[in-house]
């Protein structure tokens, strides 16, 4: 064998040997993401003065949940204009109604594998003055609601993988408001204060669908210490304390013969100590039999 030849082969080995090393990592989850829309009911209901400012703060959470969603690093967000074509041409964007047929066909026709479809179902925002008896003193309080019905579809069959409210009140406002010294003058949102909310509002959704479809694992396990496979943007911050479970068996519904998940055993309890980028790390408090792979959830 010249030695031509045998560069050749050993080239061609090295390659074969190095092509695991080198194919890319697995794909991320589709998840197609229609715009955020008010009921009907609570469009008609909404005071006018209030109506601009109600659809500028959805205007914002509908960029930042797509931006929110992205940051968890879990999904790829696809399909936005051809999924609210079709849930258009279905008649049912403003009725807030999306069904398994309609779910199915979205996910085939822009190949989202999970479909989220979030709807305002009440926005209050008001101050409020009360007239002491007696000294004739008064005060006010401002009032301020926001509440959004969230759901979840695998538009592979169409099935409603979960529904969920999320809501923000007075305390995360005043919160929100504190935090940057944003202005609520004479009841008015300015710019700022709508971002904030809608980002805060935003986070909230993406986290909880990222705890639906992959909820947060252990990666490794070191001495006192665990690795997890969330980071920045993805609902983890330092002294976040979280429960840990165990997969157990798989849960099979008699009737139906479908899979309803695994049966999830309590292993302990962590606290967030590091968050990066794409990991955080955490100190065990409570330990049972924490180990790799073991999924985390907030403490309801």
Known sequence: MNNHSFLKISLVLLSAALLPML??????????????????ALADSVRPDKKLEMNRIIESLDSQLIDRINATRKFDVVGRSDLDNIIK?????????VDAKTAAQAGKLTGAKYLLMATVDDYQDYVEKA????????????????????????????????????????DEFKQIQQERNYSVKDGELSDEMMVAVSRSMAEKIAV?????????????????????????????????????????????????????????????????????????????????????????????
């Not at 194919?23 to 009907?40: F, N, R, W, Y």
């Open 23 to 40: 194919a890319p990592g697995q794909d991320k989850a589709t998840l197609g993401i229609l715009a955020i829309k008010p009921t009907p």
């Open 89 to 97: 041409e279905q008649d049912l964007g403003a009725s807030g109604n």
């Open 131 to 170: 007239t002491f008896a007696g000294t004739g003193d008064t005060a006010t309080k401002r009032v301020f609601r926001l509440s959004i019905v969230g759901k979840i579809y695998d538009s592979t069959t169409g099935k409603l993988l979960e529904s969920a409210n999320f809501q923000t009140g007075n």
């Open 208 to 300: 909880h669908v990222a705890d639906v479809i992959f909820p947060a694992k252990i990666l490794i396990r070191n001495d006192n210490e665990v690795t997890i496979n969330r980071g920045e943007g993805a609902g983890m911050a330092v002294g976040d304390t979280f429960n840990v479970f165990a997969l157990g068996q798989e849960l099979i519904d008699p009737d139906t013969k479908e899979s309803l998940g695994h049966q999830e055993v309590k292993v302990g309890q962590v606290k967030i100590t590091e968050v990066d980028p794409k990991f955080s790390k955490a100190t065990i408090l409570q330990d049972t039999g924490i180990d790799k792979g073991a999924i985390l959830r907030k403490p309801q």
